[in-house]
């Protein structure tokens, strides 16, 4: 009956899985990929980071222990500012770790005490093939047809360090068959730079997403459209104060990015923070109807599916 709604509707909706389901088990594990291939995602999400033997790390940070037991396996390894690099580990190596829930390493405490039970069970850190490898075959075993997001994580780090990860991801990204735009791969970074290195002088033909997060950034939209697709906004850059009425306030940078038709895959809805919504709905009914965005990065892609289904 809205018409704005039905409008926005015309085009799917897409939910990427953040780190996989990591609402409900540790961040990109292979456990929390297979719970969020089996609620439906659209997409799962990789994070990229290189070890030292140069295999792509599906993880977030550049350092390892916010997520992991390094400091117990390898406590001699540490660099002067603390902090244990994945770059300074091999592939062999980094497979003597355990993954938990992400947690702060100076007080032990999980960054979200409500989710899955810190230091239990059994999760490893594995590589973008092996990843890609487990996605392919759940699509195959399923019938299912879900695509990969993988992020280049800090490219100017790893170019210090002597290497150019967007050159060894896409390299593996060619080999399984992901090329295109039409090859249900998104590939998105935060750094400017390195996306026009990946259109122009490597050549992807595949859909770029330029992350952002902020203020400035709205402003080069224009600019993002000569070599991306979609933008990946933090939700706060659409989504502003509640006026006197009640009502959330919505920046143009919907509006903006898809008059230069860029679409918009906005981070990072999380059931279990709700930044002064009500309830995880609401939040997902201002942002993917009210304001109009195309895609969720979501830690609980069933909520978000549900959501798009019946709405
Ligand atoms: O990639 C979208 C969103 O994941 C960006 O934030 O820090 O979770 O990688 P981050
Ligand atoms: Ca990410």
Redesign the pocket.
């Known amino acids: 009956s809205n018409p704005n709604k039905i409008a926005a509707m015309k085009s799917k909706k897409i939910v990427i899985a953040?780190r996989g389901a990591s609402g409900y088990l540790p961040e990109h594990t292979l456990a929390s990929k297979a719970m969020a291939f089996a609620m439906d995602a659209d997409y799962l999400?990789q994070?990229i980071v290189l070890s030292k033997d140069t295999v792509p790390i599906v993880i977030?940070d550049i350092h390892l222990e916010t997520v992991t037991n390094v400091k117990d396996v390898y406590p001699n390894r540490k660099r002067a500012d603390g902090k244990y690099y994945v770059i300074d580990f091999t592939f062999d190596e980094l497979q003597k770790l355990d993954v938990y829930e992400r947690f702060n390493p100076e007080t032990n405490e999980a960054v979200f005490p409500e989710r899955f039970p810190l230091k239990k069970s059994k999760f490893k850190l594995h590589s973008l093939q092996d990843e890609i490898e487990f996605i392919q075959g759940l699509n195959k075993s399923t019938g299912k047809n879900i695509g990969i997001y993988p992020?280049i994580k800090e490219p100017k780090f790893h170019k210090n360090e002597g290497l150019d990860i967007s050159k060894i991801v896409l390299e593996i990204l060619s080999n399984y068959g992901y090329k295109t735009k039409n090859d249900n791969c998104i590939l998105?970074c935060f750094d400017s730079d390195e996306l026009k290195w990946i259109r122009f002088d490597l050549k992807s033909e595949l859909f770029l997403v330029q992350?952002i997060e902020f203020e400035d950034e709205e402003n080069k939209l224009e600019e993002f459209a000569t070599y991306a697709d979609g933008i990946?906004p933090w939700y706060k850059q659409i989504i502003k104060e509640k006026d006197t009425n009640g009502v959330w306030q919505i920046s143009n940078l919907v509006k903006n990015a898809h008059k230069n038709n860029l679409k918009v895959h906005a981070?990072?809805f999380r059931a279990d923070k709700l930044d002064g919504f009500t309830t995880f709905n609401e939040l997902l009914q201002v942002a993917l109807f009210d304001a109009n965005i195309d895609g969720v990065?979501t830690d609980f892609p069933d909520k978000a599916v549900k959501f798009i289904n019946k709405n």
């Open positions: 953040h999400e994070d977030h992020e998105q992350l990946g981070y990072t990065f």
